[in-house]
């Protein structure tokens, strides 16, 4: 099996997805990608004007005829361009399904041989169908050369494009130039895929050491409770021998023998039922034995299996028996009584 496959999905999904929940002014620090503006066009605008945190320009800005009139802004600002998808070449592609990357695979073999255009001359983006399965999608095709010169014009006003977007699929972009606003943007991605990693072996860290503190703990405490079973065993020898009397030794054995251990029922129990029998509770009291849980195969059987032990007697069904998850399988509860001396 190949694990890499996995793991870059896994990889994929964190930077498509997760990154969108991480406010830009926090993403800089780590990605070192500055905060920008969305900028719209609008038939009715005349100049470059902030409404609601958002900038919107003039149309004519998408054009290479620009009104001289329109004002340069006096700081330059970085923008996302969200274009009108009237401006695209739109069309339907279906698709089988499959994941993201061979999708977009795809998708470009099937718009060099659908479309008149060659691969090296457009961008292109998708929004997926809501009304439908998923597998059909909306393409929105945009000439490189409009990209760059678009890009160019906005600069003369101030305007620094950081990405583009088409309006109907804004969750992804269909150019990034990240990486020519930023220096060393690669190396911004290194130190975030580094920080990554320590903050998961730090996570690691904080939760493997007390696991591994509680079970040195737990080591302490077995090693000390099988001195303290050994001190028992030898103050026992102790009393016995101060007794003096071999009736009241005798008498003392005989009740210590009458008396069930837990153990000698778990021993049993371990021995009488087979590998496809699993415990959830067992409970003991005053020689009865009750236990429940779940066998792959017949309950009714399984009391019949138990008959044929000599310190299990009068085993009988004291629940319901019920269905378990799977289709052989059946809940119970199974009532007995247990005798420690019968062999």
């Given at each position: 099996m190949n694990l890499m496959r996995p793991i870059g999905n896994a990889f994929y999904l964190w930077r498509s997805e997760i990154v969108k929940l991480i406010p830009e002014s926090v993403q800089f620090f780590f990605t070192g990608t500055p905060k920008a503006k969305a900028l719209y066009f609008s038939p009715t605008a005349t100049d470059i004007s902030n409404r609601d945190g958002k900038l919107i320009a003039p149309n004519d800005l998408m054009s290479a005829n620009v009104a001289e009139e329109i004002a340069s802004l006096r700081k330059p600002v970085v923008v996302d361009v969200i274009i009108d998808k009237k401006h695209c070449f739109e069309r339907n592609v279906t698709l089988p399904p499959m994941n993201t990357r061979n999708r977009e695979k795809v998708i470009a073999l099937d718009t060099q041989r659908a479309t008149p255009f060659d691969a090296s001359e457009i961008y292109w983006s998708l929004a997926s169908d809501k009304t439908e399965t998923g597998n059909k999608f909306r393409q929105f095709i945009f000439k490189r050369s409009e990209t760059k010169a678009l890009k160019l014009r906005l600069q003369q006003y101030g305007l620094i494009v950081r990405q583009f977007y088409i309006d109907t699929c804004e969750e992804q972009s269909l150019v990034d130039y990240r990486g020519d606003l930023i220096k060393r943007y690669r190396l911004w991605h290194v130190v975030n895929y580094l920080l990554s990693a320590a903050i998961i072996i730090l996570l690691a860290v904080s939760i493997g050491r007390p696991i591994y503190a509680d079970t040195k703990n737990l080591q302490e405490l077995q090693a000390e409770l099988a001195l303290q079973r050994n001190e028992a065993v030898h103050l026992r020898e102790v009393v016995a021998q101060s007794e003096g009397s071999k009736e009241e030794k005798s008498l003392f054995l005989s009740e210590l023998h009458s008396h069930v251990l837990v153990a000698d029922v778990l021993r049993e129990l371990t021995i009488r039922l087979p590998d496809t029998v699993w415990l959830s509770s067992i409970q003991y009291n005053q020689g009865t034995v009750v236990f429940?849980?779940?066998?792959?195969?017949?309950?009714?059987?399984?009391?019949?299996?138990?008959?044929?032990?000599?310190?299990?007697?009068?085993?009988?069904?004291?629940?319901?028996?019920?269905?378990?998850?799977?289709?052989?399988?059946?809940?119970?509860?199974?009532?007995?009584?247990?005798?420690r001396g019968a062999s």
């Open positions: 429940s849980g779940t066998i792959d195969g017949s309950a009714a059987e399984l009391v019949l299996l138990i008959a044929q032990s000599r310190k299990l007697n009068n085993p009988r069904l004291s629940g319901q028996v019920s269905r378990g998850q799977q289709a052989t399988h059946e809940n119970f509860e199974i009532t007995a009584s247990f005798e």
